[in-house]
């Protein structure tokens, strides 16, 4: 991992880890579920253009040209590790893949070429990316209307960030001798909003918006020499902005004090750890 900001990182902004590909999937699985609920709700029949936004590793964006296989998709993140893996599975060349930051990103260059026109994009994705996007209550009309006629938006953000794991992970941070270095990159990780405030902006520009919460009881197998599952999950997604400030004996000691603290909020048992983790989704249609 670097310790350098990913890319489109403001100046001054808290950095984070690098993504790591190898980690992220270590929970493919359960991670790849909400997705599969979310586009489940989404009704495009032959969409002409369709967009991942914050695709990651790229196997759950080629889910989307398994389903429509007639449409050009394209896949966006700002993470080159990320990018690189998705390159490496799409053997096909059948998604474009472009790096981006979400708050850089312009919806009306989606097209083959160039600018999108009149037509838009058809289905714009983002899943389990917005918390990390501050700003993104401000883009997302930018992206409604880039859609277009009868195009659809659909997001789906964890809402688990008083749970537990994200609770104590700040509570280990407080105490931590850089806690002052750690706040920042831990606030900005909690920028979603709550289910009603996305059906509100949605509802302002289309009468058909679907919103709601599911959560997920996860059950992780948990070997009892190893490492917590918890901490496993973490490290590949909400710890980030912790381990890009902390390096060695200070890391060290945070994540054992984090550990000890995971060991008591979700114990092992024989089949292993219950992780409850909520999500919020949304599903916004435009007129046709």
């Known amino acids: 991992m670097t310790d350098a900001p990913p890319p489109g990182a403001a100046p001054g902004r808290p950095s984070d880890a690098a993504w790591d590909p190898r980690q992220y999937a270590v929970f493919a699985g359960p991670r790849g579920r909400p997705f599969a609920d979310l586009l489940a709700r989404v009704e495009a029949d032959r969409p002409g253009l369709v967009v991942d936004l914050g695709c990651g590793p790229g196997e759950l964006t080629l889910g989307l040209a398994d389903r429509w296989p007639d449409a050009q998709v394209v896949g966006i993140d700002s993470s080159p590790q990320m990018l690189e893996r998705a390159r490496t599975l799409d053997t096909g060349g059948r998604v474009r893949w472009q790096q981006a930051a979400a708050e850089d990103w312009d919806a009306t260059s989606a097209g083959p070429a ?124 909400g710890l980030r902005p912790v381990l890009g400030v902390l390096e060695g004996a200070e890391r060290e000691i945070f994540l054992s004090d984090y550990e000890q603290a995971l060991e008591m909020a979700y114990p092992r048992r024989d089949f292993g750890v219950l992780f409850p983790f909520t999500r919020t989704f949304a599903v916004a249609r435009m007129p046709a």
Not at 165 to 185: N, Q
């Open 114 to 237: 160039g600018p999108a026109g009149p037509a838009g994009i058809d289905v714009l994705v983002t899943n389990a990316t917005l918390q990390w996007v501050p700003s993104h209550l401000r883009l997302v009309p930018t992206w409604l209307a880039a859609l277009a006629p009868g195009g659809t938006f659909a997001l789906q953000v964890p809402a688990n960030f008083d749970a537990p794991s994200h609770r104590l992970m700040r509570e280990v941070a407080a105490r931590h001798p850089r806690a002052a270095d750690l706040a920042p990159g831990l606030d900005r990780a909690q920028a979603v909003a709550r289910p009603e405030t996305y059906a509100a902006l949605l509802l302002e520009r289309t009468p058909h918006v679907d919103v709601w919460q599911t959560t997920y009881e996860h059950v992780l197998a948990a070997d009892p020499d190893g490492p917590h599952p918890v901490l496993e999950w973490v490290r590949g997604t």
